[in-house]
C-alpha cells in the first residue's frame, strides 16, 4: 500500500487501512527477523502496512493543531520507518509498542516546525505546555463545567501542569479551538467513522517508558557524537541558541561573540544543517528505502 494519499480521501483511506489484517506475534517476529537480517522488502512491506492503522490513530490525535490529517499521517509514517531500522524482535516488545514512540516524535516535530500559528521556542518545557494544554484544558473545564477559560480554570491549569498562569494564557490564546471530535470524516456521510474513534490514550505504559528511556540515551550519545563535527564557535552558538533554556537571543550572541546578529543567525542555521546532515549519517551510514 502506498504511503500517499489526497486529503480528500482520508475516509477512504481509513476504510482501505481497516480491511488490512492484524499480524500475530509469531508473524511479526518472522517478519522483523526477515527485514533485520536479509533486508527484505517484502516482510517490511506487510510490518508497515499492518500498522497504519495505529499511524492513522495517533495522527488523528493531533489534527486539532490546524494541519492537514494527510500531512500528519506522513510524518507518522517517517517515524514508523525510523522505528523499523531500530526494532530489534529479540527484545521482547511488539513493534506497535515500540514505534509508538517514534511515529509521536516525528509528528510532533513537524508541528513544531510547521505550524503556523505559534513559535514554540525551543525549551521542553514550553514544548510540553503546547502539547498537554488541550488535553489538560478540556479535562479541567469538563471538571468544572464552564467552558470559559476563567481565572479558576487557569490557575487550576498552571498548578496541573506546573507552569504560570501567564503562560497557560498566553499559549491558550495561540492555540486554535479543537474540532469536535464527534464530526464525521466527511460531512454529508451517513454512518461513518467519527474522529474519535481514531483517538487513542497517550499515557505510556511500562514498556513505552523504558523504550523511551533507552532511545534518550541512545539519541544523547548520537547528538553528542555529531556535535564533534562542529567547530568551537558553531557549537556555541547552538548550545546558546538551541539547548539552553532559555535560549540566548540573537543580540545577546552577537555582543558575546563580536559579530553582527546577521552572522550569528547564518552560523546558528549552518550548523544546525550540519548536525542534522551528521546525525542522519550516524543513524544510517548505508541508507535504503524501504
Known amino acids: 500500500m502506498s504511503f500517499s494519499h489526497d486529503s480528500d ?34 516482510s517490511a512491506e506487510k510490518l508497515i502496512n499492518a500498522h497504519l492503522r495505529l499511524v492513522t490513530k495517533i495522527a488523528a490525535g493531533y489534527r486539532g493543531y490546524g494541519l492537514p490529517l494527510s500531512d500528519l499521517i506522513a510524518e507518522g509514517n ?32 513537524h508541528i ?71 464530526t464525521p470524516l466527511h460531512a454529508g456521510e451517513e454512518n461513518q467513522t467519527e474522529w474519535i474513534e481514531w483517538l487513542v490514550d497517550e499515557r505510556d505504559n511500562q514498556e513505552i517508558n523504558l523504550i523511551q528511556k533507552d532511545e534518550m540515551a541512545k539519541r544523547r550519545t548520537l547528538f553528542n557524537s555529531a556535535m564533534e563535527c562542529l567547530n568551537d564557535r558553531e557549537r556555541s552558538i547552538i548550545q546558546t541558541r538551541r539547548l539552553s533554556e532559555p535560549p540566548l537571543t540573537l543580540d545577546e550572541v552577537s555582543d558575546n561573540l563580536g559579530i553582527s546578529r546577521e552572522r550569528v543567525r547564518q552560523i546558528e542555521n549552518a550548523a544546525f544543517a550540519k548536525l542534522q546532515k551528521h546525525i542522519r549519517m550516524l543513524l544510517d551510514p548505508h541508507p535504503h528505502n524501504v
Open 78 to 109: 517517517i517515524g514508523m520507518l525510523q522505528a523499523m531500522k531500530h526494532y530489534d524482535p529479540e527484545k521482547g516488545f511488539r513493534l506497535s509498542t515500540y514505534a509508538m514512540w517514534w511515529i509521536r516524535a516525528s509528528i510532533q516535530e
Open 9 to 42: 480521501h482520508d475516509s477512504l483511506y481509513i476504510k482501505k487501512i481497516k480491511e488490512i489484517p492484524m499480524l500475530s506475534n509469531e508473524e511479526e517476529v518472522t517478519l522483523a527477523r526477515a527485514w533485520r537480517d536479509t533486508m527484505d522488502r517484502p
Open 112 to 182: 513544531l516546525h510547521n505550524w503556523s500559528m505559534i513559535k514554540i521556542g525551543t525549551t521542553s518545557a514550553q514544548k510540553k505546555l503546547f502539547f498537554s494544554l488541550r488535553k489538560t484544558s478540556a479535562s479541567i473545564r469538563k471538571a468544572h463545567d464552564d467552558d470559559t477559560l476563567t481565572p479558576e480554570i487557569i490557575a487550576a491549569i498552571a498548578t496541573k501542569l506546573n507552569v504560570r498562569e501567564d503562560e497557560v494564557v498566553h499559549m491558550s490564546q495561540r492555540i486554535k479551538k479543537d474540532h469536535s471530535l464527534n
